[in-house]
C-alpha cells in the first residue's frame, strides 16, 4: 500500500521500531541522564496519564513517514544509501534542532543533547533501514 510515493508498510514499522527504541532509551537505558538534564523528578510523573504516550507514536509516525518522503526523493535507497540520507537528514535537522537545548536552556546539558540527540540518530537511522528494506 503506497501514498504519497511511500510504501506505508515500511512506514509504520519503521515508526514502531523507532517508538519501541523511544521507551527503551527514556524509560530504561538513560532515564537518570535524561530526567536530571531536564531537571524532572520521579515524583512529576505520579499519576500521569498513559494517554500521552499515543502522542509519542502518532510523532513516531509522522516522523517515519517524513523520513522516507524525503529519502524518496530522487528514488528509495537501498540500506546503506538509506542510512547515509537519513544520517545527512539527522545531522542537518536532528542535531541542530537538540542543539537549541543545549544553548537556550538554563542547564546547558551536555548528557541531555547526548541523550536526546542520540535517540534521534539511532531511531532515524533504524527507520531508514526499515523503511528501505520495505520499500
Known sequence: MRFMGV?????????????????????????????????????????????????????????AFFLARVMSWGGMPDVPGAIVKALT?????????????????????VPLLLVEGGYTLFGWLLAAAIISILR
Do not use: C, K
Open 7 to 63: 510504501n506505508l508498510i515500511g512506514v509504520i514499522a519503521g515508526a514502531v521500531v523507532f517508538w519501541l527504541l523511544g521507551a527503551l532509551w527514556y524509560g530504561v537505558l538513560f532515564v537518570d541522564p535524561w530526567m536530571s538534564g531536564h531537571r524532572f523528578t520521579a515524583d512529576q510523573f505520579e499519576g500521569a496519564s498513559p494517554a500521552w504516550m499515543l502522542l509519542g507514536a502518532i510523532i513516531s509516525l509522522l516522523t
Open 89 to 109: 537528514i539527522w545531522l542537518g535537522f536532528g542535531l541542530t534542532a537538540a542543539l537549541y537545548t543545549l544553548a537556550y536552556s538554563p542547564y546547558h546539558s
